[in-house]
């Protein structure tokens, strides 16, 4: 990820998965948030040049759905489930106590860009309430004191990296 | 791999049919969502191994399956042919179920489930509460296939009734059996399908234009996850409902719109759809017929609003999920301005075991007499997610009409803890709270729009005396004030305004007249919103201020949260139950905890930031909310 042609071709080559198709600028978009972990103006300008969506477009795009951030995302993105089962069995509660260990709140990143949070809407685990999903771990039935433990097990993770 | 021809669809099933008959039983492993996060692939993987390194593997088959339903108790397995439930299983459970079970006969006590009201241990699946009073239609194949096996499915007789549709019924036919079977749509309104295909067929004849078939995976309603089970546990189902539908009203080209929140459903999805076209059962030639129909999906990114039909094919245009306005229906102008029947993942699933069992099958289950027309009852199954506070949560699929406490109570087994029933929220941030005193109505589609709820797709909320109704309220309206597109006034600013009122009084601050102003609003956003987010908005609000007035007062006047949940309006305090154990203490996050080992604990009440920690790791019932 530290070059910036680099960047460029594989923008380009996912762009081209897409024959460059306006209908599939959200598919383009989000293979380049998975890819990135974030999407840039450089790269909605690329979508633009290749598509010719007007860029208003693809920016308005890129702020009205949820999956997109115009901002790095954290290494491990912790997804607090806020749906009505979840918030039911203490969902808020849970994502307070994320907050309040990473000292950051909704929707931010940490200062080592390890971890971001972010309450979403149901994951439709609604039987393992409240659902918590830590990149690509799903975790159920989790209480505000397991939060700590859950957050060490990450940075350990990232520590042996 | 070679294209099916009709006629393969029965060898096949012959074929597969035999395979499984030499095996002396069979292991099914839920392979869905909930299973897999407890585990279960791992556990498939191994229960495999464990039988190759055996040399049983000739004698016993682990099988993938998609959820069963009953994802509380996950991982689950059942061995068939006899239906034995296990629950809970473990990697090291693995001898124990081949040893004692599979080849001593004898079924391991300690997985078994366990019938909370008599204690006893109930072997077989269909004894279970939770199963024994289900039907199932939409999920007719869970647990019993591989739901990435397209043989699997042809096995069950998936594709017979697209072989039937496409041989000996004309397009009219069709459209006549699904009208006459009065299934509405499962996706939340409960428009009759047959209706609106009729319509879309008129359409495109009229205007020359070959029309779409589109199906909306997108189920945002939060506490649903059906479309989500049915897909990962059948996806051949949705792809036959969509073929047939096809058929029906002479389109070509089909599209799933799906979340990308549900990875799993996606994966067996896309599998299934190419190995369809792989066998020549979507594509050019279908079954050999020269019918021509093939699906291409397109993934949500994340917004609620995508669910509402105008605005979803907004989406798959690769613009952002705004509605219109709908005096141009969908079925004459949608999906690229061209004719479009929308039906979700439910509805589409329904649709082959209409063609197979006949209409008046179909529209004999369920409730209302629907031989007039299918607006005068709710015919068919309904598949719901029942969560929340209950003892048995997940998926069920019940007969429309059956009412709410058998689903709640009898399915479910009633509610956890030894706490009482408050309320449950049925139709998602559509819908309502309903009381106990509506226990014993019916679920159906018109019985709920009548009491200020409505269908929704399916989610229903069990909640128990430990919820604070004002703060489901607010709950539901900052969620849809986030979720709003923001295009009409009504609902943007009415969304805004009434999150400001509900905030306020959950923080002790509300005053005389609030509930009146917050009626007003909802009046306002009913008739003024352009689309069915904000014209439905106001039930969550309404109906708890309905049917749970007093506890908005509590808030209002007593400056009082009855059911201990609102922050600002309660106190942690520890009472003589306590031993001095020191866990609230060691878990405090806010140091407000101080004592001795062996005396008793209090609580600094300039300190305490309401997390409720201490209330959660306290063995004793020490902890008090007031």
């Not at chain 2, 088959?61 to 998609?66: C, D, H, I, Q, S």
């Not at chain 2, 000996?168 to 939340?188: L, Y």
């Not at chain 2, 050019?284 to 105008?310: M, P, R, W, Y």
């Not at chain 2, 039930?539 to 708890?544: A, D, K, R, W, Y």
Request: with cysteine; charged share 25%; net charge negative.
């Amino acid at each position: 990820m530290s070059c910036a042609n680099c960047d460029q071709k594989k923008v380009d080559e996912i762009i081209r998965k897409w024959d460059s198709d306006n209908e599939y600028v959200i598919e383009m978009m989000q293979d380049i948030q998975d890819e990135f972990r974030h999407i840039s103006i450089e790269t909605l300008e690329q979508i633009n040049k290749s598509t010719k969506v007007p860029l208003a477009e693809l920016y308005h795009i890129a702020t009205f759905y949820k999956a997109f951030s115009l901002e790095p995302r954290g290494k491990f993105e912790i997804q607090v489930c806020m749906g009505t089962a979840c918030h039911v069995k203490g969902a808020g509660r849970v994502l307070d106590a994320f907050e309040r260990e990473l000292g950051i709140t909704d929707g931010q990143t940490t200062g080592d860009k390890l971890f971001s949070i972010e309450g979403v809407r149901c994951l439709g685990c609604c039987s393992l309430a409240p659902v918590v999903t830590i990149g690509e771990d799903l975790y159920g039935e989790v209480q505000p004191s397991q939060v700590p433990r859950l957050l060490k097990k990450y940075k350990k993770l990232a520590d042996d990296e | 791999m070679s294209r099916i021809a009709i006629k393969d669809l029965d060898r096949i099933k012959e074929k597969r049919q035999k395979e499984q008959k030499q095996f002396r039983a069979m292991v099914m492993i839920c392979a869905g969502t909930g299973c897999v996060s407890a585990g279960s692939l791992s556990l498939y993987q191994q229960f495999n191994q464990q039988l190759k390194e055996r040399g049983l593997d000739r004698q016993f088959l682990a099988v993938p399956t998609g959820c069963n339903g009953f994802c509380a108790q996950g991982p689950i397995v059942v061995v068939q042919p006899e239906g034995v439930f296990y629950q809970k299983v473990k990697e090291k459970d693995i001898p124990a179920i081949i040893d004692d079970h599979l080849l001593g006969g004898k079924p391991v006590d300690k997985l078994l489930y366990k019938d909370l009201d008599t204690k006893r241990l109930i072997p077989k699946m269909d004894d279970i509460r939770f199963f024994g009073k289900q039907m199932l239609i939409a999920l007719r194949n869970r647990g019993i296939i591989n739901p990435e096996n397209i043989e699997d499915a042809i096995a069950r007789g998936a594709y017979k009734s697209l072989s039937r549709a496409l041989t000996q019924m004309q397009p009219a036919e069709v459209i006549e059996e699904i009208k006459k079977s009065a299934i509405r749509g499962r996706g939340g309104g409960g428009f009759p399908a047959g209706v609106k295909w009729e319509s879309c067929y008129q359409a495109s004849v009229k205007n020359n234009e070959k029309p779409y078939i589109v199906c909306n995976g997108d189920e945002g309603d939060p506490g649903a996850f059906m479309d989500r089970s049915i897909v990962e546990a059948d996806p051949h189902a949705v792809i036959e409902g969509m073929a047939i539908g096809a058929r029906a009203v002479g389109s070509s080209e089909g599209y799933v719109y799906i979340r990308k929140e549900y990875p799993l459903a996606l994966k067996r999805l896309r599998k299934a759809i190419n190995d369809a076209r792989e066998r020549g059962l979507l594509g050019k030639n279908i079954l050999g017929t020269g019918f021509l129909f093939d699906i291409k999906i397109h993934q949500g990114a994340g917004a609620f609003v995508c669910g509402e039909s105008t605005a979803l094919m907004a989406s798959m245009e690769g613009r952002v999920g705004e509605p219109r306005a709908k005096y141009v229906h969908n079925v004459e102008k949608g999906y690229r301005n061209r004719p479009t029947i929308l039906n979700n993942v439910e509805t589409w699933a329904n649709i082959p075991v209409i063609i197979e069992k006949g209409a008046d099958w179909f529209a004999g289950i369920g409730s209302g007499d629907v031989s007039k027309s299918p607006w005068d009852g709710s015919s068919g199954t309904k598949v719901f997610s029942l969560v929340g506070d209950i003892v048995n949560s997940g998926l069920v699929e019940v007969p429309m009409g059956i009412t709410l406490r058998e689903i709640i109570f009898e399915i479910g087994g009633g509610i956890p803890k030894g706490r009482t029933f408050k309320a449950v929220q049925t139709g998602g941030p559509s819908g309502g709270c309903l009381p106990a005193s509506m226990l014993d109505m019916p679920v159906d589609f018109d019985k709920l729009t009548e009491v200020g709820s409505m269908m929704g797709s399916g989610g229903m909320i069990v909640m128990d005396d430990h919820t604070c109704m004002v703060d489901v309220a607010k709950y539901f309206i900052s969620f849809l004030q986030d979720e709003s597109c923001g295009k009409c006034a009504p609902c943007r600013e009415g969304l805004i305004l009434l999150n400001q009122i509900l905030g306020k009084i959950t923080r002790g601050e509300g005053q005389d007249g609030d509930i009146e102003m917050i009626e007003e609003i909802c009046n306002a956003m009913e008739v003024g919103s352009l689309c069915g987010l904000g014209q439905t908005a106001p039930n969550p609000v309404l109906s708890t201020i309905r049917f749970f007035r007093e506890e908005y007062i509590a808030h209002i006047k007593e400056k009082r949260c009855p059911a201990g949940i609102c922050k600002s309006l309660i106190t942690f305090t520890i009472n003589d139950n306590c031993t001095g154990c020191s866990l609230c203490d060691v878990n405090c996050p806010a140091n407000a905890i101080s004592g001795e080992p062996k005396k008793m604990y209090t609580i600094d009440q300039d300190k305490c930031i309401q997390c409720g920690i201490c209330y959660d790791v306290c063995k004793f019932e020490a902890v008090v909310v007031e």
